[in-house]
């Protein structure tokens, strides 16, 4: 006889957001975020989640599947057809709204507000109708069950979707949000780093993004699985090559910043503007984990 597994989606609006409940998940989950228009890297992540035997119910991104890259309604259409599940990212809440920029939070008249002024119109300009109606159906929040943990997914922070949260970021900000949310874990992005920090019973966890990568010098990407075989929650970090070559000659075209498409082959960001010291002094020396 099979073995049935029993999902359920129960969507609720507590203070104007919309936060799907998706109730128990087991076995492996995939956990990633910032896709950013990046298709070479969802297609890959794609077929991993395959090979691993994954649900496409338990892959779970943390917002902004549109960004930097060349081929946002590619990417849009791809994530759509697998059926993986997503929050808002602050990209696409600027994107259902018609906004003027992409609210990101970059500081006026720095680099990446700069660079914020080529990607985000060209996004906006190849997206369907239909692509801008599915990114406008996704929750603010996701929250569920896993090996006996409250799990709740946001994007930069609970009050402040852009809010940028890093590992060196004090622990009594990410206390305000475990203690907003009523949750053990909270799988976070915006940032571009992935990282996890570990605090009693709490657990904070960043599973990186897919879509550039984590200033490591590596044009590697990352995402998290996380697996309750033991009963259990445990994570694990893993990174993966995909064809950025391509991705970043597509990129150049005229249209989208150069430096950005030299990230993609570099794995070192333009510059570390929006981050703390810890995380900028460890720029091209690899992730630490």
């Not at 081929?71 to 003027?100: C, H, M, Y």
């Not at 590992?167 to 976070?188: G, L, N, Q, Y």
């Not at 249209?255 to 981050?275: F, K, S, V």
């Amino acid at each position: 006889m099979g073995h049935f597994k029993l999902y359920y989606f129960i969507s609720c609006t507590i203070l104007d957001k919309k936060i799907k409940n998706i109730g128990a998940l087991s076995g492996k989950t995939l956990l990633f975020g910032g896709v950013y228009s990046n298709l070479q890297a969802l297609e890959k992540l794609k077929a991993i989640a395959e090979e691993e035997n994954i649900p496409a119910q338990n892959c779970i991104s943390t917002g902004d599947i549109v960004g930097y890259c060349a081929q946002p309604e590619e990417t849009v259409q791809l994530f759509k057809l697998w059926g993986a599940q997503s929050i808002l990212g602050n990209v696409e809440i600027q994107l259902r709204d018609g906004a003027e920029d992409c609210g990101c939070d970059f500081r006026e008249g720095s680099r990446c507000d700069g660079f914020s002024q080529l990607w985000y119109p060209y996004a906006q300009a190849k997206l369907s109708k239909n692509s801008i109606e599915f990114l406008s159906s996704l929750p603010d929040h996701i929250q569920f069950q896993y090996a006996g943990k409250k799990v709740f997914v946001l994007h930069g922070g609970y009050d402040n979707v852009s809010e940028f949260i890093y590992k060196s970021t004090p622990w009594e900000r990410k206390e305000h949000h475990f203690k907003t949310t009523e949750s053990d874990v909270i799988v976070a992005g915006h940032c571009g780093l992935p990282f996890h920090h570990i605090n009693e019973d709490k657990i904070w966890l960043n599973p990186g993004v897919i879509g550039m990568p984590a200033n490591d010098g590596e044009p590697h990407v990352w995402f998290v699985i996380l697996d309750d075989t033991d009963g259990t929650i445990r994570f694990k970090h893993h990174n993966f090559n995909y064809n950025h070559k391509l991705a970043s000659r597509l990129m150049q075209n005229g249209l989208l910043p150069e430096e950005y498409a030299r990230t993609i082959i570099t794995g070192i960001w333009d510059n570390t503007e929006i981050l703390p010291s810890v995380e900028s002094g460890l720029q091209g020396f690899g992730i630490q984990l």
